[in-house]
Nanobody, 123 residues
Framework: QAQLVESGGGLVQAGGSLRLSCVAS????????MGWFRQAPGKERELVAA???????TFADSVKDRFTISRDNTKSTAYLQMNSLKPEDTAVYYC?????????????????WGQGTQVTVSS
């Protein structure tokens, strides 16, 4: 079982940066794919970035070249580095974990979710 806790959200000005962290409990962190999702008011929860157990990554088109996802298996932690933030990045950001499989880049594949952390980008 995976238990995930996000941190690092907050209020930043447009153009600023934030780094989100997701700490996972359990002894099998390294085999999970880890994803970051976000949900803005009135919108569906969407994939922002994901990284699988082999280190392959995927990003939403809207954040490519601005966000970076990484993981440190020794610390059971996943990170989302967000640069050049825009007001449209404002959302609750969720960390999620997916059991091993071929569809780690799909939202429906994720079984475990954190509580979310608010990111607000002011103009």
């Amino acid at each position: 079982q995976a238990q995930l806790v996000e941190s690092g959200g907050g209020l930043v000005q447009a153009g600023g940066s934030l780094r989100l962290s997701c700490v996972a409990s359990g002894r099998t962190f390294s085999i999970y794919a880890m994803g970051w999702f976000r949900q803005a008011p009135g919108k569906e929860r969407e994939l922002v970035a994901a990284i699988n157990s082999s280190g392959s990554t995927t990003f939403a088109d809207s954040v490519k070249d601005r966000f970076t996802i990484s993981r440190d298996n020794t610390k059971s932690t996943a990170y989302l580095q967000m640069n050049s933030l825009k007001p449209e990045d404002t959302a609750v950001y969720y960390c999620a974990a997916a059991a091993p499989g071929l569809n780690w880049y799909l939202k429906a594949w994720y079984d475990y979710w954190g509580q979310g952390t608010q990111v607000t980008v002011s103009s």
